[in-house]
Protein backbone atom coordinates (compact mmCIF):
# COMPACT_ATOMS: atom_id res chain seq x y z
CA UNK A 1 0.00 0.00 0.00
CA UNK A 2 2.70 2.62 1.01
CA UNK A 3 4.58 1.82 -2.22
CA UNK A 4 1.66 1.74 -4.26
CA UNK A 5 1.06 5.26 -2.95
CA UNK A 6 4.31 6.74 -2.94
CA UNK A 7 4.31 5.84 -6.62
CA UNK A 8 0.78 7.46 -7.43
CA UNK A 9 2.10 10.99 -5.42
CA UNK A 10 4.91 10.74 -7.86
CA UNK A 11 3.54 10.16 -11.41
CA UNK A 12 0.51 12.46 -10.36
CA UNK A 13 3.24 15.19 -10.07
CA UNK A 14 4.62 14.17 -13.26
CA UNK A 15 1.21 14.43 -15.35
CA UNK A 16 0.45 17.47 -13.35
CA UNK A 17 3.30 19.26 -15.52
CA UNK A 18 2.59 17.32 -18.58
CA UNK A 19 -1.24 19.11 -18.13
CA UNK A 20 0.19 22.80 -18.04
CA UNK A 21 1.69 22.28 -21.36
CA UNK A 22 -1.87 20.66 -22.61
CA UNK A 23 -3.02 24.14 -21.73
CA UNK A 24 -0.17 25.40 -23.31
CA UNK A 25 2.07 26.77 -20.75
CA UNK A 26 5.72 26.76 -20.76
CA UNK A 27 6.30 27.78 -16.65
CA UNK A 28 6.13 25.39 -14.33
CA UNK A 29 3.44 25.88 -10.91
CA UNK A 30 2.50 23.40 -8.04
CA UNK A 31 -1.41 22.12 -9.32
CA UNK A 32 -1.72 20.66 -5.85
CA UNK A 33 -1.44 23.85 -4.08
CA UNK A 34 -4.38 26.67 -3.82
CA UNK A 35 -1.18 29.49 -2.88
CA UNK A 36 -0.51 32.13 -5.33
CA UNK A 37 2.93 31.31 -7.22
CA UNK A 38 4.57 32.78 -9.88
CA UNK A 39 5.94 30.39 -12.44
CA UNK A 40 9.23 29.06 -12.63
CA UNK A 41 11.54 27.05 -15.53
CA UNK A 42 11.32 23.08 -14.10
CA UNK A 43 9.75 19.98 -15.28
CA UNK A 44 10.24 21.42 -18.64
CA UNK A 45 10.85 17.71 -19.82
CA UNK A 46 6.84 17.40 -19.07
CA UNK A 47 5.53 20.24 -19.66
CA UNK A 48 7.26 19.89 -23.49
CA UNK A 49 5.37 16.37 -23.26
CA UNK A 50 1.87 18.27 -22.80
CA UNK A 51 3.25 20.70 -25.46
CA UNK A 52 3.49 17.76 -28.10
CA UNK A 53 0.32 16.38 -26.87
CA UNK A 54 -1.90 19.84 -28.10
CA UNK A 55 -0.24 20.36 -30.91
CA UNK A 56 -0.33 17.00 -32.45
CA UNK A 57 -3.74 16.17 -30.34
CA UNK A 58 -2.19 12.98 -29.31
CA UNK A 59 -3.81 11.19 -25.42
CA UNK A 60 -1.15 13.34 -22.85
CA UNK A 61 -1.65 9.83 -20.83
CA UNK A 62 -0.49 7.64 -23.81
CA UNK A 63 2.31 9.68 -24.52
CA UNK A 64 4.04 10.04 -20.79
CA UNK A 65 4.05 6.30 -21.01
CA UNK A 66 5.44 5.79 -24.26
CA UNK A 67 8.08 8.81 -23.32
CA UNK A 68 8.85 6.45 -20.34
CA UNK A 69 9.53 3.76 -21.90
CA UNK A 70 11.30 4.99 -24.24
CA UNK A 71 13.41 7.01 -21.16
CA UNK A 72 13.25 3.30 -19.51
CA UNK A 73 15.27 1.59 -23.10
CA UNK A 74 17.92 4.26 -22.34
CA UNK A 75 18.85 4.09 -18.81
CA UNK A 76 19.09 0.32 -19.54
CA UNK A 77 21.52 0.64 -22.09
CA UNK A 78 23.27 3.54 -20.33
CA UNK A 79 24.37 1.27 -17.30
CA UNK A 80 25.24 -1.39 -19.61
CA UNK A 81 27.79 0.87 -21.33
CA UNK A 82 28.78 1.93 -18.19
CA UNK A 83 29.94 -1.56 -17.14
CA UNK A 84 31.57 -1.86 -20.59
CA UNK A 85 33.87 1.00 -20.26
CA UNK A 86 35.06 -0.50 -16.38
CA UNK A 87 35.49 -4.16 -17.78
CA UNK A 88 36.35 -6.37 -20.70
CA UNK A 89 35.08 -9.49 -19.26
CA UNK A 90 31.29 -9.95 -20.34
CA UNK A 91 30.71 -11.53 -16.88
CA UNK A 92 31.56 -8.37 -14.68
CA UNK A 93 29.53 -6.53 -17.56
CA UNK A 94 26.84 -9.06 -16.86
CA UNK A 95 26.59 -8.80 -12.88
CA UNK A 96 27.36 -5.03 -12.95
CA UNK A 97 24.22 -4.54 -15.32
CA UNK A 98 21.76 -7.06 -13.58
CA UNK A 99 22.36 -5.76 -10.03
CA UNK A 100 22.27 -2.23 -11.24
CA UNK A 101 19.07 -2.33 -13.32
CA UNK A 102 17.01 -4.43 -10.61
CA UNK A 103 19.39 -5.37 -7.44
CA UNK A 104 16.77 -4.42 -4.23
CA UNK A 105 16.81 -6.21 -0.43
CA UNK A 106 14.92 -8.01 1.43
CA UNK A 107 12.53 -5.54 2.57
CA UNK A 108 9.33 -7.68 1.12
CA UNK A 109 10.17 -10.15 3.54
CA UNK A 110 11.28 -7.77 7.15
CA UNK A 111 9.37 -5.24 6.46
CA UNK A 112 5.55 -7.21 6.84
CA UNK A 113 7.73 -8.47 10.29
CA UNK A 114 8.41 -4.89 11.76
CA UNK A 115 5.41 -3.38 10.47
CA UNK A 116 7.31 -0.54 8.08
CA UNK A 117 8.28 -0.03 4.80
CA UNK A 118 11.69 -0.21 3.70
CA UNK A 119 12.77 2.15 0.58
CA UNK A 120 13.51 -1.24 -1.73
CA UNK A 121 9.47 -1.94 -1.35
CA UNK A 122 8.80 2.35 -1.88
CA UNK A 123 8.98 4.07 -4.80
CA UNK A 124 13.16 5.09 -4.20
CA UNK A 125 15.62 7.50 -6.18
CA UNK A 126 17.93 4.62 -5.09
CA UNK A 127 16.41 2.08 -7.13
CA UNK A 128 16.75 2.03 -11.29
CA UNK A 129 14.16 0.29 -11.58
CA UNK A 130 11.77 1.47 -9.54
CA UNK A 131 12.25 4.93 -11.58
CA UNK A 132 11.35 3.47 -14.50
CA UNK A 133 7.76 2.20 -12.97
CA UNK A 134 7.07 6.34 -11.35
CA UNK A 135 7.83 8.73 -14.51
CA UNK A 136 10.43 9.82 -17.69
CA UNK A 137 12.72 11.89 -15.62
CA UNK A 138 14.22 9.73 -13.35
CA UNK A 139 15.54 7.16 -15.62
CA UNK A 140 16.86 9.89 -18.26
CA UNK A 141 18.49 11.09 -15.01
CA UNK A 142 20.41 7.52 -14.54
CA UNK A 143 21.33 6.74 -17.58
CA UNK A 144 22.55 10.72 -18.09
CA UNK A 145 24.67 9.84 -14.69
CA UNK A 146 25.92 6.57 -16.18
CA UNK A 147 27.30 8.44 -19.52
CA UNK A 148 28.90 10.81 -17.31
CA UNK A 149 30.18 8.34 -14.92
CA UNK A 150 31.68 6.81 -17.94
CA UNK A 151 33.43 9.58 -19.51
CA UNK A 152 35.16 10.53 -15.86
CA UNK A 153 36.79 7.35 -14.99
CA UNK A 154 37.80 7.30 -18.63
CA UNK A 155 39.80 10.54 -17.72
CA UNK A 156 40.40 9.35 -14.45
CA UNK A 157 42.26 6.06 -16.07
CA UNK A 158 46.44 6.13 -15.08
CA UNK A 159 47.14 5.56 -18.49
CA UNK A 160 45.34 8.58 -19.91
CA UNK A 161 46.86 12.29 -19.80
CA UNK A 162 44.75 13.78 -23.28
CA UNK A 163 42.99 17.12 -22.45
CA UNK A 164 39.53 16.92 -22.69
CA UNK A 165 38.05 17.08 -26.17
CA UNK A 166 34.97 16.60 -28.43
CA UNK A 167 36.26 13.19 -29.55
CA UNK A 168 37.23 11.79 -26.26
CA UNK A 169 34.51 12.11 -23.65
CA UNK A 170 34.50 15.78 -23.10
CA UNK A 171 31.63 16.17 -25.21
CA UNK A 172 30.12 13.60 -22.87
CA UNK A 173 30.51 15.99 -20.17
CA UNK A 174 29.10 18.77 -21.68
CA UNK A 175 25.89 16.98 -23.14
CA UNK A 176 24.86 14.73 -20.67
CA UNK A 177 25.59 17.72 -17.67
CA UNK A 178 23.14 19.91 -19.00
CA UNK A 179 20.97 17.30 -19.52
CA UNK A 180 21.44 15.95 -15.72
CA UNK A 181 21.00 19.74 -14.15
CA UNK A 182 17.38 20.29 -16.01
CA UNK A 183 15.90 17.17 -15.39
CA UNK A 184 17.38 16.49 -11.63
CA UNK A 185 20.12 19.13 -10.50
CA UNK A 186 20.28 17.18 -6.97
CA UNK A 187 22.39 14.66 -8.48
CA UNK A 188 25.42 17.22 -8.96
CA UNK A 189 26.69 17.98 -5.52
CA UNK A 190 28.18 14.33 -5.13
CA UNK A 191 29.08 13.42 -8.40
CA UNK A 192 30.66 16.68 -8.62
CA UNK A 193 32.48 16.11 -5.10
CA UNK A 194 33.68 12.50 -6.25
CA UNK A 195 34.84 13.93 -9.35
CA UNK A 196 36.50 16.90 -8.07
CA UNK A 197 38.66 14.98 -5.63
CA UNK A 198 39.59 12.07 -7.59
CA UNK A 199 40.33 15.09 -10.15
CA UNK A 200 42.50 16.38 -7.07
CA UNK A 201 44.19 13.15 -6.44
CA UNK A 202 45.20 12.49 -9.46
CA UNK A 203 46.46 15.99 -10.10
CA UNK A 204 48.58 15.45 -7.18
CA UNK A 205 49.68 12.37 -8.33
CA UNK A 206 50.75 12.91 -11.61
CA UNK A 207 51.75 16.57 -11.17
CA UNK A 208 48.93 18.22 -13.52
CA UNK A 209 46.86 20.25 -12.10
CA UNK A 210 46.09 22.06 -15.46
CA UNK A 211 44.88 19.11 -16.91
CA UNK A 212 42.56 18.20 -13.95
CA UNK A 213 41.19 21.72 -13.72
CA UNK A 214 39.86 21.64 -17.40
CA UNK A 215 38.35 17.97 -17.13
CA UNK A 216 36.49 18.76 -13.95
CA UNK A 217 35.70 22.67 -16.08
CA UNK A 218 33.98 20.56 -19.15
CA UNK A 219 31.63 18.71 -16.61
CA UNK A 220 30.75 21.59 -14.38
CA UNK A 221 30.81 24.99 -16.30
CA UNK A 222 28.49 23.87 -19.07
CA UNK A 223 25.50 23.24 -16.20
CA UNK A 224 26.28 25.87 -13.70
CA UNK A 225 24.02 28.73 -15.09
CA UNK A 226 21.04 26.14 -14.59
CA UNK A 227 22.00 24.92 -11.02
CA UNK A 228 22.47 28.70 -10.27
CA UNK A 229 18.98 29.45 -11.38
CA UNK A 230 17.66 26.41 -9.25
CA UNK A 231 19.40 27.74 -6.13
CA UNK A 232 18.33 30.98 -6.42
CA UNK A 233 14.74 29.90 -7.17
CA UNK A 234 14.49 27.67 -3.95
CA UNK A 235 16.10 30.04 -1.76
CA UNK A 236 14.36 32.85 -3.29
CA UNK A 237 10.85 30.94 -3.45
CA UNK A 238 9.06 30.29 -0.06
CA UNK A 239 6.93 27.59 -1.43
CA UNK A 240 9.52 25.66 -3.20
CA UNK A 241 11.64 25.69 -0.50
CA UNK A 242 8.59 24.20 1.85
CA UNK A 243 8.12 21.50 -1.12
CA UNK A 244 11.44 20.42 -1.28
CA UNK A 245 11.82 20.69 2.73
CA UNK A 246 8.75 18.43 2.56
CA UNK A 247 10.17 15.69 0.01
CA UNK A 248 13.65 15.44 1.80
CA UNK A 249 11.83 14.53 5.34
CA UNK A 250 10.25 11.81 3.39
CA UNK A 251 13.08 10.41 1.22
CA UNK A 252 15.70 9.56 4.00
CA UNK A 253 15.47 6.09 5.65
CA UNK A 254 16.73 5.08 8.76
CA UNK A 255 20.69 3.18 8.68
CA UNK A 256 18.69 -0.05 9.85
CA UNK A 257 16.14 0.61 6.86
CA UNK A 258 18.60 1.23 4.39
CA UNK A 259 21.10 -1.79 5.18
CA UNK A 260 17.78 -4.01 4.65
CA UNK A 261 16.70 -2.18 1.24
CA UNK A 262 20.48 -2.88 -0.07
CA UNK A 263 20.60 -6.57 1.38
CA UNK A 264 22.10 -8.67 -1.01
CA UNK A 265 23.67 -6.97 -3.43
CA UNK A 266 25.66 -5.16 -0.36
CA UNK A 267 26.20 -8.09 1.17
CA UNK A 268 27.72 -9.13 -2.09
CA UNK A 269 29.65 -5.82 -2.04
CA UNK A 270 31.04 -5.81 1.02
CA UNK A 271 34.36 -7.24 -0.19
CA UNK A 272 34.96 -4.95 -2.87
CA UNK A 273 34.23 -2.27 -0.56
CA UNK A 274 36.93 -3.62 2.25
CA UNK A 275 39.36 -3.76 -0.89
CA UNK A 276 38.61 -0.16 -2.39
CA UNK A 277 39.28 0.91 1.84
CA UNK A 278 42.43 -0.56 2.15
CA UNK A 279 43.76 0.17 -1.23
CA UNK A 280 42.42 3.09 -2.62
CA UNK A 281 43.12 2.06 -5.95
CA UNK A 282 42.97 4.57 -9.01
CA UNK A 283 41.40 2.11 -11.52
CA UNK A 284 37.50 3.23 -10.54
CA UNK A 285 37.41 1.47 -7.01
CA UNK A 286 38.40 5.37 -5.66
CA UNK A 287 36.13 7.18 -7.50
CA UNK A 288 33.40 4.85 -6.84
CA UNK A 289 34.07 4.81 -3.27
CA UNK A 290 34.19 8.93 -2.52
CA UNK A 291 30.84 8.75 -4.80
CA UNK A 292 28.84 6.57 -2.62
CA UNK A 293 30.31 8.15 0.70
CA UNK A 294 29.51 11.55 -0.54
CA UNK A 295 26.40 10.54 -1.05
CA UNK A 296 25.66 9.38 2.53
CA UNK A 297 27.17 11.84 4.04
CA UNK A 298 24.86 14.78 1.78
CA UNK A 299 22.12 12.40 2.80
CA UNK A 300 22.51 12.43 6.47
CA UNK A 301 24.17 15.31 7.47
CA UNK A 302 22.24 18.24 5.88
CA UNK A 303 19.37 19.84 6.81
CA UNK A 304 17.92 19.99 2.89
CA UNK A 305 17.27 17.99 -0.20
CA UNK A 306 18.55 14.86 1.93
CA UNK A 307 16.73 11.88 0.65
CA UNK A 308 17.49 13.05 -3.10
CA UNK A 309 21.48 12.77 -2.55
CA UNK A 310 21.14 9.21 -2.37
CA UNK A 311 19.72 9.16 -6.09
CA UNK A 312 21.70 6.29 -8.40
CA UNK A 313 22.83 4.35 -4.87
CA UNK A 314 22.94 1.63 -6.33
CA UNK A 315 25.31 2.13 -9.55
CA UNK A 316 28.48 2.17 -6.78
CA UNK A 317 26.69 -1.00 -5.23
CA UNK A 318 26.68 -2.64 -8.08
CA UNK A 319 30.15 -1.88 -8.99
CA UNK A 320 31.47 -3.17 -5.90
CA UNK A 321 29.60 -6.02 -5.84
CA UNK A 322 30.78 -6.69 -9.46
CA UNK A 323 34.24 -6.24 -8.23
CA UNK A 324 33.72 -8.34 -5.79
CA UNK A 325 32.36 -10.66 -7.54
CA UNK A 326 35.48 -11.60 -9.95
CA UNK A 327 38.35 -11.01 -7.24
CA UNK A 328 36.44 -13.09 -3.91
CA UNK A 329 32.91 -14.85 -4.60
CA UNK A 330 34.35 -16.97 -7.84
CA UNK A 331 37.48 -17.66 -6.43
CA UNK A 332 36.27 -18.37 -3.00
CA UNK A 333 33.60 -21.09 -4.91
CA UNK A 334 36.23 -22.87 -7.31
CA UNK A 335 38.50 -23.58 -3.79
CA UNK A 336 35.97 -24.93 -2.01
Not at 295 to 318: C, K, S, W
Request: charged share 10%; with cysteine; proline share 6%.
Amino acid sequence: GASSTRTSQLTASALASVRLGVQNEWLWRDLHTPEPQRGIVSDSLYIVLGQIARISRLDPLALFHVARALAALFMFHALYALSAAIWTRVNSRRIFWLLASVGAGVGWIVAPLIQQATPDIQISLMFPFHAVLTNVHLPLAVGCISFLVAAMLDSLRPDFDAMPAVTNGGLTLIVFSITLALIFPQAFAPLGIAYGLSLAFEAARRKSTQRSLQWFGWFIIPALPLIVYNIIVVLGNPLIMELWQLDAQDNVPTLAHLLIALGLPLVIALPGLWRALRRFESDGSAFMLIWLIAMLVLAYTLPFIRGQFLFGLMLPIAYFAARASGDFWFPLIRQR
